[in-house]
């Protein structure tokens, strides 16, 4: 994984703390990507708040058309401040993997949304350096 596949956004709206935070973070993936042996595909790493808005706007528009209600936004998400990456998970093989490298985890000090949460079929695995308030390693969203 390079840094370059975390960012999307507008370079100029990176902040010296957000370029750290990615650097960091992307240090600290790459080991687990090294030790998985597979390729990690970044669908979503660094998200300006213009990024962030869009996507969930996106969202809540499918999310109403089925259930009729809105989906908040999540304004503290670890993708906003360089601490978040979303890795393409296509036959749940990474899912699979992490569930029995929590030790790494635990060692690289990397946190992830919990799979109940992401597709059950074709999904993505989150990958996050900033521990979530619960400390669980795999948090709820």
Known sequence: MDIQ???R????????????NMI???AR???????????FRVTSGYRSKDDHERIYSDINKKR???????LRIPWGSAHLSGQAVDVL??????????LGSV???????????DFAFTSKTVG?????????KSGKRFFIP
């Open 5 to 7: 596949d975390l960012i």
């Open 103 to 113: 030790a790494l985890l635990e060692e690289n000090k990397i946190w992830c949304e």
């Open 9 to 20: 956004s507008d370079r100029k709206l990176i902040t010296e703390d957000h370029l750290n």
């Open 64 to 70: 109403l058309a089925r259930a009729k209600e809105p």
């Open 124 to 132: 993505w695995v989150h990958f996050q350096s900033r521990p979530q």
């Open 89 to 98: 998970d296509m036959d749940l093989s990474i899912q699979k993997w992490v």
């Open 29 to 39: 993936v790459s080991i687990l990507e090294k030790a998985c042996g597979l390729m």
């Open 24 to 26: 960091d973070l992307c």
